[in-house]
C-alpha cells in the first residue's frame, strides 16, 4: 500500500536542499572538534537520514553512537515532556558528544538528554539539528548547529514520523491535517 498523494499539504526542504546543509554544517564540525576525542551519537530513529547526511561529510577521527530517546505516546503530535533513554550503553566520561537530532521543539528532549550525558561525566555535550521549531521553545536551550528554523507545523519525512509512519518521504513535508487522528 502506497502513502495517500496528498499526505504532504505542502514539501518545505527538498533532498538536495538538506544534503547540502548537512555538508555545510559538517564543515563546521570538522573545524570546530579538531583536538577533541569526539563521540556523535545519533538519536534514533528520526535523525537517522540526516546523520547519515552529516557523516559522509565529517572527516576527524570520531566515535559513532546511537541512543533512543522517546518522549511521544502512540499517534499524538506532541511531546509528554517525559523522556526515555535507551541504548546509552558507551563510553561518555572523558569524551565531547556531539547529538544528531532530527528536530527541536520544546527544547525538553535536548534539555534531558544534555543532563544525562552531563551526569556520566562527559566534557561537553553539543547537539546538531536538522529543524527546530524555535517558538515552541519551554526551556532555554540551543542547539550548536541547527539547519533550519521551520514554524510551528507538524512535519514528516526524511526520518520524521507520524505514528511511525512516513519515516520514509525523501523530503520534509508537512502533513496534511486530514490524516492526523
Ligand atoms: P522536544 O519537544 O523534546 O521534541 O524538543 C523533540 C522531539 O519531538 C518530536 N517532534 C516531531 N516529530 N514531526 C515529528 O515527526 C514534528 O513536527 C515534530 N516536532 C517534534 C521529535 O521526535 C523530536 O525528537
Ligand atoms: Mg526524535
Redesign the pocket.
Known sequence: MNYPEDIVSEILLSEEEIRKKAEELALKINEDYQNAPLTIVC?LK?AIFFFADLMKNIHIDCRIEFIK?S??IGNT?S?T?N?TISNSNFEIRGRDILLI??????????YQLKQYFKAQGCLSCEMCVLLD?KE?R?VPIQAKYVGFEIEN????GYG???NEAYRNLPYVGVINPKYIK
Do not use: N
Open positions: 538519536t528520526g530517546a518522549s511521544y503530535t511531546t515532556g523522556v537530532e532530527d528536530i527541536i521543539d520544546t527544547g525538553l528532549t535536548y521549531k515552541r519551554e507545523k507538524f512535519v514528516i520524521l514520523d507520524y
